[in-house]
């Protein structure tokens, strides 16, 4: 579908509208499938009329309270909350200029599509979120972009990291109102602990004691985002923008690299900005009316293939393991394998 959109000049919408078709039907007709599937049934299913809030993100307490006041099922409400994340993805490919439709299917469909549809659900309402927020932007619709990108801390904690990554790819530094939102987020920061403290204890702990795989785990991800700095030092941008962005990209793969070496929140944290950097480029060159140079277009083709292959190896790697593994695939209603 890439090559066709790429053969009509990335004109059309339809190649890419039907990859989202295909992608969708895999990820909302799933039976078990998905690493996280299964836990996502049993907490939507304790969304019942008993339910206590514990410091869950409250716009996914709220939706999958909805789904299941009306599904009686967490099976039927989790599927739906994947739909829903197709649903916005059409939504932002109906609005899309070209550098939002190329980024879409070069990187964005081959690097996340299957993981945050059928697995970190949490987070991929948030991305699509942070997605259409950005869009919003592009096309000076700030006030609900702001809306939609508050929203996504509604629905994962730690979109904060790729919202404040784009927001400082975006602001310009020396401005003082933008130096004084620094200590608006850390009380904010504060408040949300206050609000939420034994949640994020328990999360705290649960990666404190959670160790990376090997000490070269995350490495798919650094060698991506080095991909795109790498690609920016050749772009068109002004100095001063891709400066900006190469600080931004390279200090944040460092220091979470550094941290997914003793703790498992490091490798979240770096695919959090994966998600977020290429989207900070994005709308640098629509803020400056640039369309994606060759170096730019050449490094998503590429990291969305290195992504596609090493998420392959992962579902490969886990298949079989757990009570809803990503392989082997197979529809609901059907049995295992079949």
């Given at each position: ?5 790429g ?87 109906g ?43 592009r ?9 939609l ?12 990291v ?30 949300l ?21 090997n ?22 941008l ?7 962005l ?24 770096l ?41 392959y ?7 079989g ?8 695939y ?7 394998g079949?």
């Open positions: 579908m890439f090559f066709l959109t053969l009509a000049g990335n004109r059309t919408r339809l190649f890419i509208a039907i990859s989202l078709i295909v992608f969708m039907v895999f990820s909302v007709m799933r039976g078990a499938v998905g690493t996280d599937t299964t836990n996502y049934e049993l907490i939507v299913e304790g969304f019942s009329a008993d339910y206590v809030w514990g410091g869950m993100e409250p716009g996914f307490v709220l939706l999958g309270k909805a789904l299941l006041s009306v599904s009686d099922s967490g099976v039927i409400a989790v599927r739906v909350l994947s739909f829903l994340i197709f649903a916005m993805l059409f939504l932002y490919l609005r899309a200029d070209k550098n939002e439709r190329f980024l879409l299917i070069a990187y964005i469909l081959p690097t996340f599509v299957y993981q945050y549809s059928m697995n970190g659900l949490r987070i991929g309402l948030a991305a699509m979120l942070l997605l259409l927020a950005t869009q919003n932007v096309q000076l619709r700030y006030k609900s972009g702001m809306v990108a508050v929203s996504a801390l509604l629905f994962h904690y730690s979109s904060l790729s919202l404040l990554f784009i927001w400082a790819s975006w602001s310009r530094w020396l401005k003082t109102s933008n130096v004084l939102v620094v200590p608006f987020v850390v009380c904010a920061l504060l408040f602990l206050s609000l939420n403290g034994d949640y994020f204890l328990a999360k705290l702990l649960s990666y404190q004691d959670s160790e990376s795989p000490p070269l785990s995350g490495l798919s991800k650094v060698g991506v985002l080095l991909l795109f700095v790498a690609a920016l030092f050749f772009s068109k002004p100095n001063a923008e891709k400066t900006k190469i600080v931004l990209g390279a200090g944040f793969t460092i220091s979470f690299w550094l941290v997914s070496a003793v703790s498992y929140a490091g490798l979240r944290f695919d959090l900005i994966s998600f977020a950097f290429p989207v900070a480029i994005l709308l640098t060159y629509s803020r400056l009316a640039l369309k994606f140079d060759t170096t730019i277009k050449l490094a998503f083709i590429m990291a969305g293939v290195l992504s596609a292959a090493s998420g190896r992962n579902f490969v790697a886990e298949e393991i757990g009570p809803s593994p990503f392989m082997p197979h529809f609901i209603g059907f049995p295992n079949d």
